[in-house]
């Protein structure tokens, strides 16, 4: 089962900031979290991962607490074409299930006009 | 860069029929992943490659899939004696190696058992 637990849907207008949270409350201290999106018909395409720090990329930032028991993946000026389903995962690295992905249901973003 | 390469796009067959679905995965990549997806669901993992070690079969759903990849490059993932519930899109990953490296997904396999 997923470890994550993420809102079925949200909407966002577009040119705005989309912040979809996760919450990953039973993480190890070993796990990163990973977010992935699925545009429809596509696979899924990786955006952002962080273990518990802050992270940046072109796409996203990924914000984790404190005590690393949810994040929020913010997408800082959302467009028509970032409507898709994101999921939040939970990953080890190394050991285990050698860095399996578990999905989720995931959150379904849409972006309005 | 060309990215997982996966055929056919699309297959119809009937029940009872084998399939083969073919991945081709990103050069250099040493680990593959089989995944699958049936209508507005999350992914499934089904199997898992890293060079030459044994792969991990722990998602398979029965006996009637297996998988092989050759020369740790090409993959072929195989259904026999298909069922509807078979039915599903059926994606492959690579990634550079196992562990800290994300992976990198195809656009899949949409498989249709009538």
């Known amino acids: 089962d997923a470890k994550t637990t993420q809102p079925p849907s949200m909407d966002c207008a577009e040119g705005r900031a989309a912040n979809l949270p996760c919450n990953h409350s039973t993480i190890s201290g070993n796990e990163y979290v990973y977010w992935y999106r699925q545009i429809h018909s596509q696979g899924p395409q990786y955006i952002i991962h962080g273990l518990k720090n802050n992270e940046t990329n072109e796409m996203a930032s990924l914000i984790i607490t404190e005590d690393r028991k949810s994040s929020t993946l913010i997408l800082p000026h959302a467009t028509l074409r970032d409507t898709a389903v994101y999921y939040c995962i939970v990953r080890v690295h190394y050991g285990g299930s050698q860095g399996n992905l578990i999905f989720g249901k995931g959150t379904k973003l849409s972006v309005k006009p | 860069g060309a990215g997982v390469s996966q055929s056919p796009s699309n297959k119809v067959t009937e029940k009872g029929k084998d399939v083969e679905l073919r991945c081709d995965p990103i050069s250099g990549h040493t680990a593959l992943y089989w995944y699958r997806q049936s209508l507005g669901q999350g992914l499934e993992f089904l199997i898992y490659f890293q060079g030459n070690s044994a792969p991990d079969k722990s998602g398979l759903p029965s006996d009637r899939f297996s998988a092989e990849r050759t020369g740790g490059s090409v993959s072929t993932l195989t259904i026999q004696r298909t069922q509807q519930e078979d039915s599903a899109v059926y994606l492959c990953?690579?990634?550079?190696?196992?562990?800290?490296?994300?992976?990198?997904f195809g656009n899949g396999t949409r498989l249709t058992v009538t």
């Open positions: 990953a690579s990634s550079p190696r196992t562990g800290d490296s994300p992976l990198h």
